[in-house]
């Protein structure tokens, strides 16, 4: 098994800045794929963005491209996502995730998720 817990989150304001911080405990060999996923109140869940083992390959929603950078730590077992220019549509509880393998669709390939934490930008 591994856990993974989130942390950063808040309220800031358009145009500001947060970094997400999830920490994984356990299996962390099954942490080759790491990645971030939001849902916003009365929507589904959505992928965000997504990286490999080495940190080589990032992958990102079009709709946060250029603004959000995802990398990890493996000695701290630990991923992050540094977000700039927030709009206010990035309002959102933003879940972390691991699992083995990268799939097509990002979601299908994870295999352990976070408890989420609250993202959330005033206008």
């Known amino acids: 098994q591994v856990q993974l817990v989130e942390s950063g989150g808040g309220l800031v304001q358009a145009g500001g800045s947060l970094r997400l911080s999830c920490a994984a405990s356990?299996?962390?060999?099954?942490?080759?794929?790491m990645g971030w996923f939001r849902q916003a109140s009365g929507k589904e869940r959505e992928f965000v963005a997504a990286?490999?083992?080495?940190?080589?390959?990032?992958f990102y929603a079009d709709s946060v491209k250029g603004r959000f950078t995802i990398s990890r730590d493996n000695a701290k077992n630990t991923v992050y996502l540094q977000m700039n220019s927030l709009k206010p549509e990035d309002t959102a509880e933003y879940y972390c995730?691991?699992?083995?393998?990268?799939?097509?669709?990002?979601?299908?390939?994870?295999?352990?998720w976070g408890k989420g934490t609250l993202v959330t930008v005033s206008s």
């Open positions: 356990g299996r962390t060999g099954n942490t080759a794929v």
């Open positions: 995730a691991a699992g083995r393998v990268l799939t097509a669709d990002y979601y299908t390939g994870m295999d352990y």
């Open positions: 990286i490999d083992w080495s940190g080589s390959r990032q």
